[in-house]
């Protein structure tokens, strides 16, 4: 079985620019959670989604914003990006709603001049 | 929010050693799991646990859900090369839905 996958792997842009983030999760995986990594931060939970819903919603501002399709698939927009959004985001996939026994696709590693 | 402290935050160890580390809570958990993340990568799913007392392995590694509820530890047994990497505990704390993460212990392996 395929793990989770992200694209792209790594991107590059600049401060007030928009971008946009995609997670394909295992097959068979309804729920999808988003988490932005930094080296002071740590893991920072950001949203996840599941049957196309957003559930569940950390503390981030209103530029993070994100969304499911109907199978299963997910992105995540971030809008007027800033230095500090430079991070490595990270999705995960889990059977159902709750987030236990979560797995991890490999990140975007988002770099903000 | 709640918050897991993960120890060491860092460990240099000789090739061969035992390796031990823990997470601590004040909080009651359900699910405990440990995750190693290798550099520019995601975190991989080492093991999960689900009961308390709960003691698994998995190869050289095992993990424990402590009997309080409160605590997990994970031991690695004859550390090699392949085993440096950021071990990241997560817990999924009582009548809540979101993970909580520790903040990871670095684990450095001298040949």
């Known amino acids: 079985k395929a793990g989770v996958t992200q694209t792209p792997r790594y991107l590059i842009k600049t401060r007030g620019q928009q971008v946009t983030l995609s997670c394909s999760p295992i097959s068979g995986h309804r729920s999808v959670s988003w988490y932005q990594q930094t080296p002071g931060q740590g893991l920072q939970f950001l949203f996840e989604?599941?049957?196309?819903?957003?559930?569940n919603k950390g503390n981030f501002p209103g530029r993070f914003s994100g969304r499911q399709f109907s199978n299963s698939r997910s992105e995540m927009n971030v809008s007027t990006l800033e230095l500090g959004d430079s991070a490595l985001y990270l999705c995960a996939s889990s059977f159902r709603l709750g987030q236990e026994t979560q797995y991890f696709g490999p990140g975007t590693r988002l770099l903000v001049l | 929010g709640q918050q897991l402290n993960q120890s060491p935050q860092s460990m240099f160890i000789q090739e061969g050693e035992d390796v031990s580390m823990n997470c601590t809570s004040s909080?009651?958990?359900?699910?405990w799991l440990w995750y190693k993340q290798d550099p520019g990568e995601g975190p991989v799913l080492l093991i999960a646990l689900y009961k308390a007392g709960e003691l698994t392995s998995n190869g050289r590694l095992t993990a424990q859900f402590g009997i309080t509820r409160k605590d997990s530890f994970l031991n690695i047994s004859a550390s090699i090369p392949s085993d440096v990497g950021i071990y990241f505990c997560?817990?999924?704390?009582?009548?809540?839905?979101?993970?909580?993460f520790g903040q990871g212990t670095r684990l450095t392996i001298n040949p």
């Open positions: 989604y599941f049957s196309e819903t957003q559930r």
């Open positions: 909080s009651i958990f359900n699910t």
């Open positions: 997560a817990g999924q704390l009582e009548g809540a839905q979101k993970l909580v």
